[in-house]
Every structure is written in structure tokens, then in C-alpha cells.
């Protein structure tokens, strides 16, 4: 059996590395008594795979990371038994029961993620929010992608799906995954150029609400919660 668990990060914790999430899980495991199958081979270890994971310095309400599991465990019970081992700005929100096609883990089939972008430090022009809705509405945004041995010019409005005000912060629904994969703070610095504002003078702090599987097609996508194909799991 497949298990697919959702959490939140929040806090402290959105200072910690995805590596030391992983051990972090590895160990909760053990203390919560879930019973995650280990692979084979001279070297065993949990079998667990996270969808997207965050970088450093970022909150979310949606992180999701799957499991195989030697015998079945009740939902409710799995959910109280990770959170009575949890620690502070962690906490797990459901666990579900997932497909064992290995093509619909959650690793697999990401295609978009939310976000809730605020100013932190600095201040945007009076302005801003009226021209949020024209910088949306251009037919391209273009912005200079970085390597370490190149730059170029990428279109991003395509993999930009929504773009809003929220009270006094930004909201954008993005192209998430491995195929297309837009960073929040990417789609903020665009912003900015487009207000003329040079993009170091301001700083956000980004919140994930969700992460979305296209349930549809690339014609005409249809995006649910990853959270959304799971079934949950009966005493």
C-alpha cells in the first residue's frame, strides 16, 4: 500500500534544508510507529519520496511527500500519532492512501503550485495594485534567466496561469514541476521590472497554499490538489 502525506511548514522551520526534512521524517517515523517499508539491498532505507519540495526560507500549507507501507494504518490514526511527534511549525494535515502506479506519485505528477507573495522589506509605489492587472495582461514577460555558465531570455507568461492582488499582497498560480518549474521569487522580480523598481531594493516573503496535479490536459488543464487523489484510510 501507497500512502500519500500532507504537511505544513511554517516558523522556524522554513529554515531548514529539504536534506534535514527528509531526516526529520525518517526519524518521526520510527517515533509515530508508521509502518514505512524499507527498500532492499546492503544499504535499506525508508522508502519515501517528496513531491516539489521548498526551498529554504519559504512557508507552506501544502507539502506532500508519499510512502509505501508494509501493512495498512487508519488515517485518523496516522495523523495523530506523526502529530503527537511533530515539533514546533510542523504539522501534519492528512494521510491518505495513493495509486500504486509508480507514473502517479507525487514526484511525478506536479504540474503547478500556489503562492501568497507579501512585501517584507522596502515599499512598492502607490500604485501597484492597478498595475498588477496590466503587467498580467501583456502578452509576454520576459525575464533573464541565470546559470552558472550562461543568461537568456525566457517567456514566462505562459507558465504564469493566475496573477492577482490579495488585501495587500500578490497572489500567483504558477507552472510547477519537472517539466516547467516557476519560482514564486522569479515571477515577484518580473513584477518589479515591470514597475521600474530595481528588484534588490525589495524583499517577500512567499507562502505555498497548495500543489496541484493536472487531472486534465495540456489543452485543457483541470488542476486538483495532489492531497484530492488520495483515498482515506478506515480503522
Known sequence: MKARI???????MKFIGHLDIMRYFQKAMRRAD???????GYSPHMIMSFANPLGVGVTSDGEYFDIELTEPIASDVAVKH????????MEIVSFVEISEDKKKTGMAIVAAADYVSTVKNGELPADWKEKAKDFFAQDEIIITK??????????IKPMIYQFEVIENSLYSFVATGSVENLKPGLVME?????LGIDSSSITFSHHRLEVYANAGSEEKREFVSLESLGTKIGS
Not at 508508521?34 to 532492499?40: D, K, L, T, Y
Not at 506523526?82 to 511549525?89: A, I, Q, R, T
Open 146 to 155: 541565470k546559470t552558472k555558465k550562461s543568461e537568456k531570455e525566457v517567456n
Open 6 to 12: 500532507k504537511f505544513k511548514k511554517y516558523g522556524v
Open 34 to 40: 508508521i509502518p514505512i517499508a524499507f527498500s532492499g
Open 190 to 194: 518580473a513584477f518589479l521590472n515591470y
Open 82 to 89: 506523526l502529530n503527537d511527534v511533530m515539533v514546533e511549525g
